[in-house]
C-alpha cells in the first residue's frame, strides 16, 4: 500500500489556480522528490496533503484513507515557513512538540538524548532557541520532524542553512529513515541532493504535475538533449544548443528540442581553429532536465 | 493527556512563569499591602496619650463628671476654675487647647478658643463637642438626647430587591466599583495577552507544524484556556492580597468594618466574567487572524477594547439614573453588559429579566464570535506579513 496517494488535486485561491492537477503517490521505504519553481503549487499540495486546505477537486489518501488525529501522529511536516518558540528552552520546546504528536514524555525525553547527541546539540538544550544560530535551529528543527519517529516524513527546504558537514549528516539520516521503511518526500531547489538521494520525483509546473517518475528513467527519457564537450575553440552561440556551462574543464550543453548532436558535431567540425577532444551524448542532470521543462523548450 | 489540555497547560506555564506576569500578580499588590501596612503601623506607633483640651466654664450648666472619661480614645478634658490658670496650662503645654464659655452661651452660641501653635485636632475637638452636648441636652431624655448626639442614620430600601443602603455602609456602595476595576484590568490584560499569544505562533512560525498535530480550533482553545487559567490565577491571588488587607487595615480602618461580602454580587458577576472573557478573546483572535503582525493588531485591538470600557464614560450617568434607558441598553449590549451591571450594583439594582436577557444576549454574541474567529483564525494564520482583505474574511466566514 503507498503510503501516500494524491489523484487530481485542484485548489484555487480566488483568482489564483495555486494547483489545476497534480497528481502522484509515494511509497513506503522512498525518498520522494518534490520539485518545481517557484510558485508552481507544491506547497499548496503538501498543504492539502497534511489537510491544512481542503482541496476544490481530486483525493488524497495518506496511509490508505483519509488523515485522521491517529494518523496525523505518524507524521513529521517541516514546512519552508518554520520555526520553533523563540524565547523558550530548546528540550522542554522538542519535548512538548512530541506529546502533542502523541509520544509519552519519558519516552520522547530518552529519544530527544540520542537526536541531541547525533547533532552535537547537546551542551544546548537548555538554552532559548533564539540563542542558537540559525543552522542550530534548523538542526533543532529537524529532531522536531524526527522525534516521534514518524512512518511519512515531509520536508521542505531540508537543507536550508546547513553547512556541508551538516547536510551531509542530514542526508545520511534520511537514507537512515528510507531503509527503515519510512516514506519521506523530500521539496527541495537543490537538484544534485535530488539526484543523490530520491528514487522517485514529480515535477510540478503551474499546478500541474509535469514530470513524475524514477530518476534514472526521467533522465535516460531526456538523453540526447545534452552532449559533454571538451576541446578548444569558440563554443558559443552554436545552433541548436539552448544552454551551455564549463565544468571541470569540460563543456556541458543543453540543447534545444528537436536539435541533432549529429549536426551539432558536424557544425564543430567545420569551424576553423576548433579542437575536440571529446565529444559524447551526455545523460542530462537533473537540473537541466528542470530548466527545459519549466522554460517550455521541452514539451513532456 | 488530550492535545487541547497539553496546550493549554503549556500555554499556562509559559504565562504564568513570565518575569513580569509574576510581577503584575505579586510584586503590585504585594507592594499596595506593604504600604497599607506601613500606614496602618504608623498610625499606630503614632498613637499616644492626646494632650487634653482645658475649658473654663462661666455659664454653671456644665457638669465635669458626665464626661465619659473612661472611654477609650477619648481626649481628656480638664476644667480650670479661672482663665490665669487655665493659660498658665496652656503656655506650659499642659493641655493643648483652652475653651472659655462665657456666661452668655448658649444663649449666644460663640466661645473663646485658646491654642499656641494649632487649633484642637479632630478628635479632640469632636470629643469637645460631644461633651458640651452631652451637658447641654441633660434635660431632654435619653432616647432623644442619643438621637441628637449620634446623628439620624437613613437606611434605604429597595422594595423590588429586598437590598439596604445605608451611609454606614458606605464601603458596599464602593464596593462593586473597586471589583469591577479589578474584574475589568484583568480581562482587558488577557485580551492583550491574546493578540501575543496568536502574533507569537504566526511569527515564530510554528503555525503549520503545529496544525498537523492540533486542528485551529484545538490550538486556539488550548491557548485561551491557558490564558484563562492564568487570568484567574491572578486574579485569586489579588482577591487573597486584598482579603488579607482589609483583614490587617480593618481594625485602623473604621469604614471596612461595615463592609458585607455581597455574594449575591459575586455570583452574578461569575456568571458574567466567563462568557464576556471569551467574548474579548475571540474577538483577538479574530483580529490578530486578520493581521499580519502584533503592533497592527493591537492597535486595532486597542480601538476595539472602547467598546468593552464604555460604561466608565457613563458613570456619572449609571450613578445618577441607573434606571436610565441608554444605561438599560448599555446593561444589554454584549460588550458593555459586564461592566454596565457591575457597576449599577453599587448603586441600585438590576432587574432580573435586564441580568437574564443580557446574560443571554452575550452568550449567543460570544458564541458567532468564537466561530467567526476560529474561522478567520484558520485563513489568516498562514498568511505570513499579509493582511486578510476584506473579501478574504467575508469569503472565510461563508465557506
Known amino acids: 500500500m503507498n503510503t501516500v496517494n494524491v489523484s487530481h488535486l485542484a485548489k484555487r485561491f480566488g483568482d489564483v489556480q495555486a494547483v489545476a492537477d497534480v497528481s502522484f503517490a509515494v511509497e513506503p521505504g522512498e525518498i520522494f522528490g518534490m520539485l518545481g519553481p517557484n510558485g508552481a503549487g507544491k506547497t499548496t499540495t503538501i498543504r492539502m496533503m497534511m489537510d491544512i486546505f481542503r482541496p476544490d477537486a481530486g483525493e488524497i489518501a495518506v496511509f490508505g484513507g483519509q488523515l485522521d488525529l491517529a494518523k496525523k501522529r505518524r507524521i513529521g511536516y517541516l514546512p519552508e515557513e518554520r520555526g520553533l518558540y523563540k524565547d523558550q528552552k530548546l528540550e522542554p520546546t522538542l519535548i512538548y512538540l512530541a506529546t502533542l504528536k502523541g509520544m509519552d514524555e519519558k519516552i520522547a525525553r530518552q529519544r530527544l538524548s540520542g537526536w541531541l547527541e547525533r547533532f552535537d546539540l547537546t551542551e544546548y538544550r537548555q538554552k532559548k532557541v533564539q540563542e542558537l544560530s540559525k543552522g542550530m535551529q534548523q538542526k533543532a528543527q529537524i529532531i522536531a520532524t524526527l522525534l516521534h519517529d514518524p512512518d511519512l516524513i515531509v520536508i521542505d527546504e531540508p537543507f536550508s542553512g546547513l553547512d556541508p558537514i551538516n547536510a551531509r549528516l542530514v542526508k545520511k539520516i534520511f537514507e537512515e529513515q528510507r531503509d527503515a521503511g519510512k516514506a ?8 544534485y541532493q535530488v539526484e543523490a538521494l530520491c528514487n522517485r520525483i514529480v515535477l510540478i509546473d503551474n499546478g500541474r504535475s509535469v514530470l513524475y517518475g524514477l530518476v534514472n528513467e526521467i533522465k535516460r527519457n531526456f538523453a540526447g538533449n545534452a552532449i559533454t564537450l571538451e ?6 552561440a552554436i545552433p541548436g544548443v539552448l544552454e551551455q556551462r564549463k565544468h571541470n574543464g569540460a563543456w556541458h550543453m543543453a540543447l534545444e528540442l528537436g536539435a541533432d548532436p549529429q549536426a551539432i558535431f558536424r557544425h564543430l567540425g567545420r569551424q576553423n581553429g576548433t579542437r575536440i577532444e571529446r565529444f559524447e551524448l551526455a545523460e542530462p542532470s537533473l537540473d537541466d532536465i528542470f530548466v527545459n521543462v519549466v522554460s517550455g523548450k521541452v514539451q513532456t | 493527556m488530550n492535545n487541547f489540555w497539553l496546550i493549554a497547560k503549556h500555554e499556562y506555564k509559559r504565562i ?22 506601613l500606614i496602618a503601623f504608623i498610625k499606630e506607633s503614632e498613637k499616644s496619650e492626646p494632650l487634653p483640651i482645658g475649658y473654663v466654664d462661666y455659664t454653671g450648666l456644665i457638669e465635669h463628671s458626665r464626661y465619659p472619661v473612661s472611654d477609650e480614645g477619648m481626649t ?10 487655665a493659660l498658665d496650662a496652656l503656655h506650659r503645654e499642659e493641655i493643648q487647647a483652652l475653651f472659655i464659655l462665657p456666661d452668655t452661651y448658649p444663649a449666644a452660641p460663640q466661645t473663646e478658643l485658646y491654642y499656641l501653635e494649632n487649633p484642637p485636632g479632630g478628635s479632640a475637638w469632636r470629643d469637645f463637642n460631644f461633651f458640651i452636648s452631652l451637658n447641654l441636652l441633660t434635660p431632654y431624655p435619653e432616647a432623644v438626647r442619643h438621637r441628637l448626639i449620634e446623628g439620624g442614620i437613613i437606611t434605604v430600601h429597595d422594595v423590588v430587591s429586598g437590598r439596604e443602603f445605608s451611609e454606614n455602609g458606605t464601603i458596599n456602595i464602593v464596593f462593586p466599583f473597586i471589583a469591577s476595576f479589578i474584574f475589568f484590568a484583568s480581562t482587558m490584560m488577557a485580551s492583550g495577552y491574546m493578540i501575543e499569544i496568536v502574533a507569537d505562533e504566526k511569527e515564530n512560525r510554528m503555525l503549520e507544524m503545529m ?41 485602623y480602618i473604621p469604614t471596612l468594618q461595615q463592609l458585607i461580602i455581597p455574594w449575591d454580587y459575586i455570583g452574578v458577576m461569575a456568571l458574567f466574567f466567563l462568557p464576556a472573557y471569551a467574548l474579548i478573546t475571540a474577538i483577538m483572535i479574530a483580529v490578530s487572524g486578520v493581521f499580519p503582525d502584533s503592533e497592527q493588531a493591537q492597535q486595532i485591538a486597542g480601538i476595539l477594547n472602547l467598546l468593552f470600557i464604555l460604561p466608565l464614560f457613563s458613570v456619572v450617568l449609571i450613578f445618577e439614573n441607573s434606571g436610565s434607558p441608554l444605561v438599560i441598553f448599555l446593561s444589554l449590549f454584549p460588550t458593555t453588559a459586564f461592566l454596565t451591571i457591575s457597576l449599577r ?9 435586564q441580568i437574564g436577557s443580557s446574560w443571554l444576549i452575550l452568550i449567543t454574541k460570544t458564541g458567532l464570535m468564537l466561530w467567526m474567529a476560529v474561522k478567520l483564525f484558520r485563513v489568516g494564520m498562514l498568511r505570513y506579513g499579509q493582511r486578510l482583505t476584506l473579501k478574504g474574511a467575508l469569503t472565510a466566514l461563508r465557506n
Open chain 1, 184 to 191: 519521506i518526500i523530500m521539496s527541495t531547489h537543490q537538484m
Open chain 1, 231 to 236: 576541446g578548444e575553440g569558440d563554443f558559443d
Open chain 2, 16 to 37: 504564568v512563569f513570565r518575569r513580569a506576569f509574576l510581577l503584575i500578580t505579586l510584586a503590585v499588590p504585594l507592594g499596595f499591602a506593604a504600604l497599607i501596612g
Open chain 2, 76 to 85: 481628656p478634658i480638664i476644667e480650670f476654675g479661672d482663665e490665669t490658670a
Open chain 2, 211 to 251: 496544525l498537523t498535530a492540533v486542528s485551529p480550533g484545538q490550538l486556539i482553545g488550548g491557548k485561551a484556556i491557558g490564558l484563562l487559567a492564568a487570568t484567574l490565577t491572578q486574579l485569586t491571588a489579588h482577591i487573597l492580597i486584598l482579603a488579607v488587607g482589609l483583614f490587617i487595615a480593618t481594625p
Open chain 2, 345 to 353: 450594583w453599587g448603586v441600585g439594582t438590576v432587574p432580573l429579566w
